[in-house]
């Protein structure tokens, strides 16, 4: 099906760049509770808004940015 591919692209990209979000949103929080917190809430964001993502390669940044927000 067609819109398996955005699923999995996704899951790909997350994935790869899960443990760089986690650190990085860990800097910006007190605990690892709340880390983990933050986590779930820019994984449904990044995925939400994942068709607005015109850059695979750029899913990284974008992702810090989301969780930066976050």
């Keep these: 099906e067609p819109g398996d591919d955005i699923h ?3 899951l790909t990209l997350f994935a790869a760049n899960e ?3 986690r650190a990085y949103v860990r800097r910006l929080v007190p605990t690892r509770h ?3 917190d933050v986590m779930q809430g820019v994984a449904l964001v ?4 994942f068709k607005e993502l015109d850059d ?3 899913f990284r940044r974008w992702a ?3 969780a930066r927000y976050e």
Excluded: H, P
């Design 8 to 10: 999995e692209q996704f």
């Design 19 to 21: 443990s760089a979000i």
């Design 34 to 36: 709340d880390a983990a």
């Design 46 to 49: 990044l995925w939400r808004k």
């Design 56 to 58: 695979a390669e750029r």
């Design 64 to 66: 810090f940015g989301v």
